[in-house]
């Protein structure tokens, strides 16, 4: 359970409970479940209705319960690069999944969530996901106003190493679709969705090129599909031309984030470093 306190300001003076706690992010549904929660919403101690007013100096408390059966714990060797109340950042290892599939049971980065978590556990999940082979910060939200608050506005900075010399910097504005009837591939298509890379080249190797890449879209393969249709593929990328002699995967991983914290509002920059493998490659 997370408990958050508010202190009523002057300006909330006479604001119903129900718009104050809209107004800091709280949805619809999750107002519902407070109010069935019992002393989900208390005001000063005592039991408040959300149609109740608040007073300058007030102090607003809100519960919100864990729900849903988390899945089964996995114990293993995983960074955690940032933790408090509410939000969990990890450093997902490259060819582990996030969430388990029929292919992937008790072996995913949300088996190892439920194991570190333990008791906390419940309604966790990762407000994004990476693909299996891609490395890097994966955010996690402890309950369901930290996920509706964060979801769709985490900025991430993602580090690639691609074959040949790529400009200094460049941005890519090309629509993807499916490839075919495949579920997996994607192609650069006019019929497609609108995908939009931005990268900038941070090193140039012997025959390749480290890049860092910023998304504002976020389509399936999407910066693998647009490099390797520039004619710079993903070392390790087999899917889409890539030179998997020095990499068992792709060589992607997402070095930094960057959010507004759900609770307390402020600025959050969170780092780590690159895996072995692509280390190597550089």
């Known amino acids: 359970m997370r408990i958050i306190q508010f202190t009523a300001e002057e300006k909330d003076g006479g604001v119903k409970i129900r718009d104050y706690l809209k107004a800091f992010g709280v949805s619809s549904s999750l107002l519902t479940r407070l109010k069935q929660t019992e002393n989900g919403i208390t005001v000063n101690g005592d039991f408040a209705r959300t ?14 319960e864990s729900k849903g059966k988390p899945p089964s714990p996995l114990k293993a060797d995983i960074e955690v690069c940032y933790e ?3 939000v969990l950042v990890l450093n997902k290892p490259p060819l582990m999944p996030v ?85 997996i591939k994607r192609k650069v298509d006019e019929n497609g969705e609108r995908a939009v890379t931005h990268f900038e080249t941070v ?19 999407q910066i693998r599909v647009h490099l390797s249709h520039l004619g710079y593929p993903l070392l390790g990328d087999s899917l889409y031309g890539g030179d998997c002699t020095k990499i068992d995967r792709q060589a992607l991983h997402c070095k930094d984030i960057y959010f507004v914290h759900p609770v307390t509002g402020g600025d959050m920059h969170i780092t780590c470093e690159f895996p072995e493998d692509i280390k190597r490659l550089m």
């Open 84 to 86: 408090d109340e509410d």
């Open 51 to 64: 149609i109740d007013t608040l007073s300058a100096g007030d102090v607003l408390v809100i519960k919100i």
């Open 203 to 221: 090193k140039h190797l012997d025959d390749s090129s480290l890049i860092r890449c910023k998304l504002e879209t976020g389509r399936t393969h």
């Open 99 to 183: 969430h388990e599939s029929r292919n992937h049971i008790g072996d995913t980065l949300s088996n190892f969530v439920s194991y570190h978590l333990g008791k906390q556990g419940g309604a966790f999940r990762a407000v994004y996901r990476l693909d299996r082979d891609t490395s890097g910060l994966v955010l996690v939200a402890k309950h369901e106003l930290a996920a509706s608050k964060l979801a769709g506005r985490i900025e991430k900075d993602y580090y690639a190493v691609v074959g040949g010399e790529t400009p200094d910097s460049d941005t890519v504005d090309l629509p993807i679709a499916r490839c075919g009837d495949s579920i």
